[in-house]
Structure formats: C-alpha cells, structure tokens
C-alpha cells in the first residue's frame, strides 16, 4: 500500500467525500480521478504499474494489445479503469473512457469512435475531445518550426500538412480531411471547409452539406459502409495522435456486462464485434500504439463459449495475471489480496481523508477499530454483490456521523443493520438503471 497522500485542497475533498457518500465511487472524469484517487486508492496500484511497465513503457507503443478486468457489480472495475487511466497519462498517453450501454454498444463501431473522440484526453491538458488534439498537434509543430529556424513557417506547416494528406491511413480519406482541419487550426482565415472537417472528424458525418462534402471529396456514407467507416476512423486516430507527442492511446470500455443481456443473434453481433475490435490493430501496416480494456462481470465469461473465436483471444495460458504473468489476458480484481485486508485498509486511508473533508481530528485507535470490523462485516455477508463500493459508501457515512455526534466504538450488529440499509438503497438505485 502507498502511503503519500495527495494534497487536497478542503474543497476537493469535502467534493470527494460527498461522492464517496452518496455514491461509494469517485468520479470518472479523468483529469480529476488523477488528482482524487490517490487520497483512498488501495490495492490496485501494484497491478497498475506493472501494466505500465509491460504494455505502457514498452509493448503498446507500437502495436495494439487487451485486456479484460473482471470483477462483479461495485468491486472497484470504474476504480481500476481509472487508476490505469490516471497512470497512462502520467506516462504520456492520450485516454478515453468510454461507458458502454443502450447508446454506446461495440458492434456500432461508429458510435465507438465518437464517444474515443468526444473523451480523448491528452496528459496535462484540462479537458477531452478532437479540437483539443488538433490544437495540441499544431502547437507541437509551431515549436519544432521555430527551433529549426524556417524562414517561412507558413510554407513549413503547409509542407508538413501535405504529407499527413497524403499519408495512408487506415480511413483513407481521414488523411485528407485532417489536413484540412490542421490548416483550420493553424489559420482559422485560410480554410474555409476547416470547421467541417473538424465535424466529420468527430464522427458528426451526417450534418455535412452537399457542398461540404464535395470540398472535402467525399461521399455520403451509406449504413451499409458506417461500420467499416467508423472502425477505420478510429485506427487512424490512435496511429495520428503520435502527432500530438504522446506515446499511443489508452481505450478504456467499462460495464461491457451490460452489451451481454442481449440474446440469439443480438448477442452474437455484439461478440463478433467485441472480436473484431481485438483483431482489427493487427492488420494495420505500421501498427496501432495503444493498450485497450474492457471490465465486466465474472458472468460475461459464460457469454464468451456463444463464440469460441472470442473466447480463444480472451482465454488464460498457463499461470493467471495474479501469479505474475503480466501477458494473461483477464485480470480478475478479487485475486489482489484478501477482501477483508482491503476493504480493513481502504477503510483506514479514509479516515484521512475524512479529517481534511469534514475538518474533524479522529481518534486514529478508535476509527482504525471501526473500520476493521466493519471490513470483517463486509467481507462475510452475502448480498449479491460485491463489497468494496458498498464499503466506501458505509464508512464514509459512518465516520460522517461520527465526526457531527461524536466517535465510539460500534457493535458488529449497528454495522450488519447500517450495511445492509446502505446495500438496499444501491439495490434500489441499480432497478433504476445504475449499476450497484
């Protein structure tokens, strides 16, 4: 467990600690899961770094690998996917989360690539999306143009556009019409199809004009080809953004469980699609640098056998990731360690962060007490669901309330009776469409 703590600030953490109580997960907002997650993160970080050691620092900056993160509803999947979110920008990669659900389904490729667009961040910059990249890449360009001293630095980034134009991108007409936006960027007086191009980019292809279209030289798409389209786009975006000066992008898809309810045919198009997406890299001359996840349920697994050829890809060879083999495909979250040692620890770091939030000095002895046996509780009630976020949300009330009326030591009982209110109440939000 590490135990540097962030520095928070009283208002962030008062905004954490009200999130962790109403809903026992920090936000999913990656710029500030960065900044908040490492205030109560326990146990992940291990198997984080190594990711980062295998794939981040060495494998995916060329070629495209997968992994699936496996644990049931609210066992810390959100939490995982962005501590590894947080991490991949520290190791300068571009990230996007991306939920899926009833809009965002993997076998509507086109639907895929406007969500990686519309959520891409690039490490230190403050907010996602295509235009931030755009502007990233230019500004990278202006620099390397006025250390080389041209003499026309207008002729120089022309130059430079001409050969992304005429690179051969998976899409091909993604080339062309990212020079377009480029020139847009770059003099927003010299190219007058600059803001179409940009929405094209961002998968908006429908709201071009006819006009539009034929300055860009292109066609309407028609549904038989938005597959293959958005599959192509979103290639070509992970090969183009090396541009901006990262080393690859980091495609994170969570609650891929939720795409698994489909039946018969509809859930076949789902698995094929799920297969393509893992094979689709391997074909693209030059490589895709990029490190993609999936998390889902532990049931998803039993979906897998409905399509062997996905089922091959995500299967385990020899020893599981748990046991060092940092090449198995599934990671399964309740292998870290023991659940009743961490939720004992996450349990403990909050108290810290508890102090900051509410203002309030807690009796380390006693608190240290209380979150062991609420732990001990967690870890032995069955509730058809997995304790970790349950947990969070149950201490930080606890010490919430401790920290107004006063602290003491609580009885196993006033904890099974507090745990289970809470379980009900995310049981009751999870009918209302959230997952527990």
């Not at 998976?170 to 190219?191: H, M």
């Not at 000066?245 to 969570?254: A, M």
């Amino acid at each position: 467990m590490r135990e540097e703590m962030p520095s928070l600030d009283r208002s962030e953490a008062r905004q954490l600690w009200a999130t962790l109580g109403a809903e026992g997960k920090a936000p999913t907002e990656l710029t500030r899961a960065a900044h908040l997650l490492p205030s109560y993160s326990v146990g992940v970080e291990q198997w984080v770094d190594r990711l980062s050691a295998e794939y981040l620092q060495d494998l995916c900056r060329q070629y495209a690998h997968f992994k699936v993160v496996l644990a049931p509803y609210g066992g810390g999947k959100t939490h995982f996917l962005m501590v590894l979110g947080s991490k991949a920008l520290a190791e300068n990669y571009a990230v996007a989360y991306v939920p899926c659900g009833p809009s965002v389904t993997l076998d509507k490729p086109l639907d895929i690539y406007r969500e990686c667009v519309k959520h891409l961040q690039l490490p230190g910059d403050e907010y996602p999306g295509l235009q931030r990249l755009l502007a990233r890449i230019v500004e990278v360009k202006r620099e390397q143009i006025e250390q080389a001293q041209a003499p026309d630095p207008n002729y120089a980034f022309g130059q430079w556009v001409l050969k992304v134009s005429k690179h051969p991108y998976p899409d091909n007409a993604f080339g062309r019409v990212v020079a377009e936006a480029l020139r847009y960027e770059w003099d927003s007086t010299q190219a007058t199809v600059g803001e179409a191009a940009i929405r094209w980019l961002q998968g908006e292809i429908d709201t071009l004009t006819k006009d539009e279209l034929a300055s860009l030289r292109l066609a309407k798409v028609p549904n038989s080809s938005r597959n293959q389209l958005g599959q192509n786009l979103l290639m070509s975006l992970i090969q183009f953004s090396k541009e901006a000066g990262v080393n690859g992008v980091v495609l994170l898809f969570d609650e891929v469980e939720t795409l698994f309810s489909a039946r018969g045919k509809a859930l076949l198009r789902v698995l094929s699609a799920m297969r393509v997406l893992v094979d689709l890299p391997a074909g693209i001359p030059g490589g895709c640098p990029m490190l993609g996840v999936f998390s889902a349920v532990p049931d998803v697994l039993e979906q897998l056998s409905h399509y062997p050829a996905l089922e091959q890809r995500l299967k385990v060879s020899g020893s599981p990731f748990e046991e060092g083999n940092n090449h198995a495909p599934q990671l399964k979250l309740e292998k870290i360690e023991s659940q009743n040692q961490l939720l004992s620890n996450i349990g403990k770091r909050l108290i810290n962060l508890g102090k900051t939030a509410t203002g309030h000095e807690f009796d380390l002895k006693i608190q240290s007490q209380n979150a062991e046996l609420l732990s001990k509780v967690a870890s032995t009630m069955n509730l058809e669901v997995n304790a970790r976020r349950l947990f969070v949300k149950t201490w930080v009330n606890i010490l919430d309330l401790q920290a107004r009326d006063g602290e003491r030591l609580f009885a196993e009982k006033e904890f099974l009776v507090r745990y289970r209110g809470f379980f009900d109440e995310l049981k009751s939000a999870e009918q209302d469409g959230d997952e527990p």
